[in-house]
């Protein structure tokens, strides 16, 4: 199967409100511009300086999305130009957005990624910190910044069970967050959760975003 087959075979399963962001981390320029020629135009980076050098490479109507965790001393090389950054999951990380932000005279989307899988990891927060943040004065006064939505990962398993059960737990602090939310630098719009192996079991659970890398350029 080419690039071109599978993005185009991936894309006629998904529903009409589900994004798909083609993950292209590690792969070359050409390859991207398969995936491109094929008419996709949203692609996800997890390494701000590979994104930017393919950036500056490629056809300036792509969105980018920072899909890996964010140095915020690297924050500045992306502002310029990127379209949506998922793995925020800090105020201090959000300052730093929205400071590059405000220099650019832009206003960037984000999405707080949350914790939701078994496995230790340093990324993510919990259901007390997201509302924490939230509440904070610090975050309200942040103008150059939008949160459209949550971003999360499921553990990485065999049971289908313990991803559906992570899965309908971030679409239900999505789903509160959505009709709660009242703050003027919230939009919330996008649930980013799924990839290659459990997209579809992600759409079932409410996933409007789903993030797709090895099933359309192949292993890494
Ligand atoms: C690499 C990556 C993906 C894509 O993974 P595949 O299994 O190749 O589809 C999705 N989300 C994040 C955060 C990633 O780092």
């Known amino acids: 199967m080419s ?6 075979h991936i894309k006629s399963t998904l529903p009409e409100n589900v994004i798909l962001v ?18 996709q135009r949203v692609f996800g980076e997890n390494k701000i300086q590979e994104m930017a050098d393919k950036w500056e490479q490629m056809p300036k109507d792509i969105q980018w999305h920072m899909i890996g965790h964010v140095q ?16 925020v ?12 932000a405000l220099k650019n005279n832009r206003v960037i989307d984000c999405l707080l990624q949350m914790h939701i899988a078994e496995e230790e990891t340093k990324f ?38 313990q991803i559906k059960k992570e899965f309908m737990h971030l679409n239900a602090v999505f789903k509160k967050l959505r009709s709660t939310s ?21 759409i079932e659970c409410g996933s409007t975003m789903v993030r ?9």
């Open 182 to 202: 009242t703050s003027s630098n919230l939009d919330i719009t996008t649930l980013s959760m799924g990839m290659s192996g459990d997209y579809q079991l992600a």
């Open 72 to 87: 915020t001393n690297k924050v500045k090389f992306m502002a310029p130009f990127v379209s949506l950054i998922h793995g």
């Open 124 to 161: 993510g927060l919990d259901d007390q910190e997201l509302t924490a943040l939230l509440a904070s004065n610090e975050f309200h006064e942040l103008k150059n910044i939008r949160i459209t939505g949550l971003m999360g990962m499921a553990t990485f398993t065999d049971s289908q069970n």
């Open 89 to 100: 999951d800090s105020l201090k990380l959000l300052t730093e957005i929205n400071k590059q």
């Open 22 to 39: 083609a993950v292209s981390k590690t792969k070359p320029v050409p390859d991207l511009m398969e995936a491109y020629d094929a008419g």
């Open 212 to 220: 797709i890398g090895s099933s359309i350029f192949g292993g890494r």
């Open 3 to 8: 690039i071109k087959n599978n993005l185009l």
